[in-house]
């Protein structure tokens, strides 16, 4: 690998990326959102006077991880709940943001044909692939970590810093660091797959909302009480994701051969 | 060492399945030489820039380019370096500035002095004025002078240019074609594919025309007189019925035929020496002769009838 040329084909991304609306939209509105719940969330339950039956559930399960949590006031539990409930959102945005570039990335290359003109360079596949997949994973994680550092920051020092050690712990620490840039790979994955067998970006993303699918699963689990994110949880879902994007790794080096990106792409 | 020919292909095929794209082809191209390959779609010269470029590999057969055998990867790789590509569409990118698009590629190629070369070119395509605009809202003429400076940016020893003229306006095309001529004129090396006879006969010093094989290659003057020989066009005052038969019967015509009932289009072996004799038959069987003349035979007449015949008549 010719890091030289992977960084050509990164700026080049990041050129195309830049003028691409539509692409920073689909992941500044989650990020939005996930900076405005804190603030809806605590200010709102401050004004709650007793905890319901489905929130005082999903404390119990909660204080598994956080012992300390039943000793907060009840208001502050709820705002625990939540916070903890959203958090998946960083799970989203990467995902959503790499199938996005991704999708952007080769179903326009395609429709522009201008991949033969790369391909009659010295350019490796492998260093086509790398490139690409820089580009699209390494933006939406950097919107990831700058939303959650100021999620914090809105959380902890704007809100109340009691919540501190519910959203600086381990298992937030390594769901934001470690699990959403594999989860982001899997969207790069899922997109680029899908991307070789289309030719209209919108139809793309459709069809590879399917890699979306799992992280929805997550937050709706935790809504419903079914999962509590703990720390084996969490680098459980590490190494699946893990596994899967391997898989899908192993798939896109097969498909960009150039021999099949000239005669098979659709 | 030098390599005598820089590009050189010995019996390349290449299948898709059951579609042959390019069949035992043999092709040698001597340095500075502009060789047009010419052919009907299909026929697999885009196939067969794209073997000779490396990014497909031959079922059968070997291509060689600088030297560099073009079926093993890290050769392909060096050689690529060296080769200027202009692919059937521009393949520009329309979100980048024209000087977006030169640099990204300067880059690939790792030229040393890359802004001074893409200055260079832009002006060359006389897009320099231009180089802050996206590409997008550029024309398609304007898009190929681009695409051409592309290929030309890192100075390359060969060039492929498929088909640089497709579906562009008469003036684009005739911008282009100057740019071409130009480097026709710096002896570059040049495989250029095309529909355009007229093109074809301009800029080539040879033309292989292809339909999945190589039917013939030659020069543009050399094929016409080998397929032809030379013909004479004659033009009668009156319509001469007997005329056709008179001259079926001599000797040294190979071919005849009216082209209108007052026009007779003869092919004799030798028209310096077997004219007079010709004429005086004619005017013998008491045809009135207007005037007598050599007749061009265009390069469409030769392309229509190796290509547009069964293969077996053209083989």
Redesign the interface.
């Given at each position: 690998m010719r890091w030289?040329?992977v960084r050509?084909l990164f700026?080049?991304e990041w050129?195309?990326l830049a003028?691409?609306r539509m692409i920073w939209m689909a992941m500044l509105v989650p990020l939005l959102i996930t900076l405005v719940i804190p603030i809806i969330t605590v200010r709102a339950i401050g004004a709650e006077e007793a905890l319901d039956q489905d929130t005082i559930r999903l404390v119990q399960r909660l204080a598994i991880v956080f012992p300390e949590l039943t000793t907060l006031d009840p208001q502050l539990q709820v705002a625990v709940v939540m916070l903890r409930m959203f958090g998946a959102m960083f799970l989203l945005i990467p995902v959503v943001g790499a199938l996005n570039i991704a999708t952007y990335a080769i179903v326009g290359e395609k429709r522009?044909?201008?991949?033969?003109?790369?391909?009659?360079?010295?350019?490796?596949p492998q260093e086509l692939l790398a490139g690409k997949s820089i580009g699209a994973v390494a933006i939406p994680m950097l919107m990831t970590w700058l939303g959650y550092t100021l999620y914090v920051f809105v959380t902890v020092f704007v809100l109340d810093a009691r919540l501190r050690p519910y959203l600086l712990d381990t298992v937030s620490l390594l769901m934001v660091f470690v699990l959403a840039p594999f989860v982001a790979l899997f969207g790069l994955g899922g997109g680029m797959i899908v991307s070789t067998r289309v030719n209209d970006v919108r139809a793309a993303q459709q069809i590879g909302g399917f890699v979306v699918l799992p992280v929805v699963g997550l937050f709706v689990g935790q809504a419903l009480g079914w999962l509590i994110f703990d720390t084996w949880l969490v680098l459980l879902m590490t190494a699946g994701v893990f596994l899967l994007d391997v898989v899908l790794l192993g798939i896109n080096v097969a498909l960009f051969d150039?021999?099949r990106i000239?005669?098979r792409w659709a | 060492m030098r390599a005598p020919f820089l590009i050189e292909t010995e019996h390349l095929t290449k299948r898709f399945g059951d579609i042959v794209a390019v069949e035992n082809v043999s092709l040698h191209i001597e340095r500075g030489e502009v060789l047009a390959l010419l052919g009907p779609n299909g026929a697999g010269k885009t196939t067969t820039i794209r073997l000779l470029l490396g990014l497909l590999q031959p079922t059968e057969g070997t291509a060689r380019v600088l030297g560099y055998d073009m079926r093993r990867r890290s050769q392909a790789e060096k050689a690529r370096a060296r080769v200027g590509v202009l692919t059937e569409t521009p393949g520009l990118y329309d979100t980048l500035t024209a000087l977006e698009n030169l640099r990204f590629f300067a880059n690939l190629y790792a030229i040393p002095k890359a802004d001074a070369a893409i200055e260079t070119y832009l002006r060359v395509v006389e897009l320099w004025d231009r180089r802050d605009e996206r590409v997008g809202t550029f024309s398609k003429g304007m898009r190929q002078r681009l695409a051409l400076a592309r290929a030309l940016l890192h100075e390359p020893d060969i060039l492929f240019l498929d088909e640089p003229t497709s579906g562009l306006d008469p003036a684009a095309t005739r911008r282009i074609r100057e740019l071409l001529l130009d480097l026709k004129a710096q002896g570059r090396t040049t495989l250029l594919t095309t529909h355009n006879l007229d093109e074809a006969e301009r800029l080539a010093d040879r033309i292989a025309v292809v339909r999945t094989r190589l039917l013939v290659i030659d020069t543009p003057k050399a094929l016409r007189l080998r397929l032809y020989g030379r013909r004479v066009r004659i033009a009668l005052a009156t319509p001469s019925p007997h005329a056709l038969d008179v001259v079926r019967t001599l000797p040294f015509v190979r071919h005849a035929l009216l082209a209108d009932d007052k026009t007779l289009l003869v092919q004799v072996e030798s028209p310096d020496v077997h004219n007079p004799s010709l004429i005086e038959a004619l005017v013998q069987a008491g045809a009135r002769i207007r005037w007598v003349e050599e007749d061009r035979v265009s390069l469409e007449d030769v392309y229509l009838q190796l290509v547009g015949e069964p293969e077996e008549a053209t083989a």
């Open positions: 030289h040329y050509t700026i080049k050129q195309e003028r691409q522009n044909r201008t991949l033969e003109p790369v391909l009659a360079t010295p350019l490796r150039p021999e000239l005669t | -």
